[in-house]
């Protein structure tokens, strides 16, 4: 049985897109900007004061409960792509599951520090495919960037 990539592709999207909304339930905002399209540099602009506000990638990751890791891709189709094009502030990141989610919301500057001290596990390809390059970390290292945990109902409002 072959798989559908294209129809994939646009499930995988609709299902981001949610929780980009999803998103802005965790952080008291005025008005956020969702950008359209391929726009590589990030997803959302949330506006928390009138003219202030903090950037976004937003990444949903349906396998992190499953083997512990999150994964940053920094490569698609041998361009560069993730870590490496972003220039969001923040990236966050829902680990999702079964009747819930947990909200990482972590700066980009201490992933890509991260990446410099070679905290990451593996290097390694996947996604559809196998197009993507990735850093897989161990989860418990972005614990402290734990902002909602559906399990245990902990919400901590971030501005």
């Known amino acids: 049985m072959s798989i559908d990539y294209n129809k994939k592709f646009w499930e995988q999207l609709k299902k981001g897109e949610k929780y980009e909304m999803e998103l802005l339930k965790h952080i008291p905002h005025l008005k956020y900007q969702k950008m359209d399209g391929n726009f590589k540099p990030y997803d959302l602009k949330i506006y928390h004061e009138k003219k202030r506000y903090n950037t976004y990638e937003v990444k949903t990751d349906f396998q992190i409960h499953l083997y512990g890791n999150i994964a940053i891709e920094y490569e698609w189709n041998g361009k560069p792509s993730g870590i490496s094009t972003s220039t969001a502030r923040y990236w966050a990141i829902f680990e999702t599951f079964k009747g819930g989610y947990i909200l990482y919301v972590i700066p980009r500057k201490r992933i890509l520090k991260f990446i410099k001290m070679g905290l990451y596990h593996t290097d390694t390809i996947g996604g559809d495919r196998d197009k993507s390059k990735l850093y897989l970390f ?22």
């Open 138 to 159: 161990n989860k418990q290292l972005f614990k402290f960037y734990v902002v909602y945990d559906k399990k245990y109902n902990s919400n901590k409002i971030i501005n």
